[in-house]
């Protein structure tokens, strides 16, 4: 169990989650630069050094996913000085992962599938209760890996799922990866969680920063 304190409101505050709400910001950072180098469909060398350099500056994020993945990649593409082609494909796929893919053209998608595909969230997104609340986690996240992010509802009184049941009163969706859930690797949990919902359960889809916007001060 991690270092906590507590804040105003009786719940614990760990440094951890400081950590993880700074990465929070680097991450939204992070998007539109990823976003910027991909738009011309290359990542030349300058791209990565600079991406480097970007991340060397926030060393606390470094622990963090995807901010470690990348950082270990670049630095690896980037010793001997020379980004070859496989090293730049390497990272394109990388970034593109972390954006949410779609197209290196820059256009807009307004195709009917891909607007099938937006997140199922609730809307307004509800208030995020913890004692006793059963909690299924999706997707992957920037508030630190799934052990961590279930042991911070656990401190709070609520309880884990591997997958959406009769009992589940929150799924949250990681902020990172791709949006295009219904083609995704955790996309059956969310389809799930949609069913049980339709079905009149009492079940709220809700995004990784609304749930981390309850964790504490």
Known sequence: MSTSSINPHGQPVTRRLVIARNADRDANELIGLARGVLADGIVNQGEAEFLLRWLEERPESLNVWPFSVLFERLNDALQDGHLDAEEEADLMALLLDYTGGGSLTGGEDTSASR????????????????????FVLTGKFITGTRAECEAEIMERGGLTQSNPTRKTRFVVIGNLGST???QSSYGRKIQKA???RADGRDLAIVSEKHWASYLGD
């Open 115 to 134: 607007q099938s595909s937006a997140l199922p969230l609730c809307e307004p997104a509800p208030e995020i209760e913890f004692e006793d609340c059963h």
């Open 180 to 182: 295009d859930w219904a």
């Open 194 to 196: 949609v069913e049980l």
